[in-house]
């Protein structure tokens, strides 16, 4: 549990940099939060790549640069509370825990759910919760949100988490058919509707319904 020394980890915001990731918050995020905690195994040691990598359940850690160019997308700030859908291995939501006041992270595998959970106790973030949901509902019970984050990709963006989204915030999903190319979108809550930007091209495991079963 060594993490990454200064050479890799001048490495890894060296590729963050070159590839978009140009906010200095987001940066600093990342910089303080081990990769390597969220990959386990024979993948570990590819932590500080800018790869995606197998986690359990079938699913996968997104790649660093990808987790950048969301999370800047999104325009967190230190007074939002926000919700991610797919928590997965729990990395993404490890970065906006330090960049917002409250995360909320649900995932459809409960196995998933409560191995993040227990990182974040080891790494001491007591701002982030994650809990077994159907995303493509949202998390009603603690809506509404400044920001959401859908890190599954949906055929369109899911009317329940537009609906849970507070005026003036911002929802960032890819938005596709699930095997093909899909566009990362950023969704704007106005006073009186919607803005729709597209952001870039990405690939995502699809979002689905209904919960998981772990194995
Ligand atoms: N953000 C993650 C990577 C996400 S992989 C990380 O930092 O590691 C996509 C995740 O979305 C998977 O774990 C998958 O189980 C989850 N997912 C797919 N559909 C979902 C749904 N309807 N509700 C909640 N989670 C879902």
Redesign the pocket.
């Known amino acids: 549990m060594t993490g990454p020394g200064p050479d890799v980890l001048m490495q890894f915001l060296y590729a963050l940099r070159s590839k978009g990731v140009t906010d200095k918050a987001v940066l600093t995020a990342m910089e303080g939060v081990d990769r390597g905690r969220?990959v386990r195994g024979i993948f570990a040691e590819r932590a500080y790549e800018d790869l995606p990598l197998p986690?359990a359940?079938g699913?996968?850690?997104?790649q660093p640069s990808v987790?950048g160019l969301m999370t800047q997308a999104l325009e967190v700030t230190p007074r939002d509370k926000v919700l991610?859908?797919?928590?997965?291995?729990?990395?993404?939501?490890a970065v906006l825990a330090r960049l917002a006041r409250r995360v909320y992270t649900?995932?459809?595998?409960p196995q998933?759910v409560r191995a993040a959970r227990d990182l974040f106790a080891e790494i001491g973030l007591s701002n982030v919760t994650a809990i077994t949901?159907?995303?493509?509902r949202g998390l009603p019970e603690q809506a509404p949100f400044d920001k959401i984050l859908v890190?599954?990709a949906a055929e369109d963006p899911p009317g329940p988490l537009m609906a849970q989204l507070k005026p003036g915030g911002v929802m960032v999903v890819p938005v596709g058919q699930s095997d093909a190319v899909q566009t990362l979108i950023r969704v704007r809550r106005l006073a009186d509707g919607y803005d729709y930007q597209e952001i870039r091209p990405v690939r995502?495991?699809?979002?689905?319904?209904g919960l998981?079963k772990d194995g």
């Open positions: 969220f986690i359940c699913q996968t850690i997104s987790v991610e859908v797919g928590t997965g291995s729990g990395y993404q939501a649900v995932d459809r595998f998933l949901a159907d995303g493509s890190t599954a995502f495991v699809p979002l689905l319904e998981g």
